[in-house]
């Protein structure tokens, strides 16, 4: 079975602190993304990466950055936490699909619930 | 950018009543997933649709994409509690960004026991 794994269940920082989210995966797969969830918006794309040291930005990345340095692991990175983003952030991961009908899966890890006091 | 829209965004039904949640794209989609997220849990992939038209059945679960390409649906027939959760769609746009999925909303089911 395909293991995504979060670095924390429930975080709590301060505002102006830089966070860390980590994700890692098992199953050796190119692509990871990170999403946040709200309540009423659904799952928004933050960043994704198909190939080590490579990023692209989702559609709502300001405010965040992101490291993929070895391929089982995606980082997350809040540079400056603002109460805005207090949310669910889960981390996925699949591989990439060598035809249009291949089924890239994408498994979730079971996400960090950051609060930003 | 491009949407994919769901609806509706909440739906209670009585157990055994059926179940249905749309989604639609303005633009064509190349595929549509769909997921299942239990209360507290992570999405889960059910199922990938690629054919224009195409039909599949998981069970008590039908889904469907559009001759178009443009819009699916999931139908439950006689829903159970432990249908409960939040159903998204997830479309695969053609072109440019076609490596990413770009999720509906989501529509919550509460099935009354």
């Known amino acids: 079975d395909v293991k995504v794994t979060q670095s924390s269940r429930y975080l709590v920082k301060r505002t102006g602190e830089k966070v860390f989210l980590e994700c890692v995966q098992d199953?050796?797969?190119?692509?990871m993304f990170w999403y946040r969830q709200d309540p009423g918006l659904g799952l928004r794309l933050i960043y994704f990466s198909y190939d080590v040291k490579m990023k692209e930005k989702g559609d709502i990345p300001e405010g965040y950055s992101v490291s993929r340095e070895k391929k089982e692991r995606f980082s997350l990175i809040l540079e400056s936490a603002s109460t805005n983003q207090t949310s669910m952030y889960l981390c996925?991961?699949?591989?990439?699909?060598?035809?249009?009908?291949?089924?890239?899966?994408?498994?979730f890890g079971p996400g960090t619930r950051l609060t930003v006091l | 950018g491009q949407q994919v829209m769901q609806i509706p965004q909440y739906q209670h039904v009585q157990e055994g009543e059926d179940f249905t949640t749309y989604c639609n794209s303005s633009t064509t989609l190349s595929n549509i997933q769909w997921y299942k997220q239990r209360p507290g849990g992570h999405p889960v992939f059910l199922i990938q649709l690629v054919k224009s038209g195409e039909v599949k059945k998981q069970k008590r679960l039908t889904f469907q994409f559009g001759e178009a390409k443009k819009n699916s649906s999931l139908h439950i027939t006689a829903t159970q509690t432990t249908d409960v959760g939040t159903y998204f769609c997830?479309?695969?746009?053609?072109?440019?960004?076609?490596?990413?999925?770009?999720f509906g909303k989501g529509t919550k089911l509460s099935v009354i026991p």
């Open positions: 997830a479309g695969r746009f053609l072109g440019a960004g076609s490596y990413q999925l770009t």
């Open positions: 996925a991961s699949s591989f990439w699909p060598t035809g249009l009908a291949i089924t890239d899966t994408q498994y």
């Open positions: 199953m050796d797969h190119e692509n």
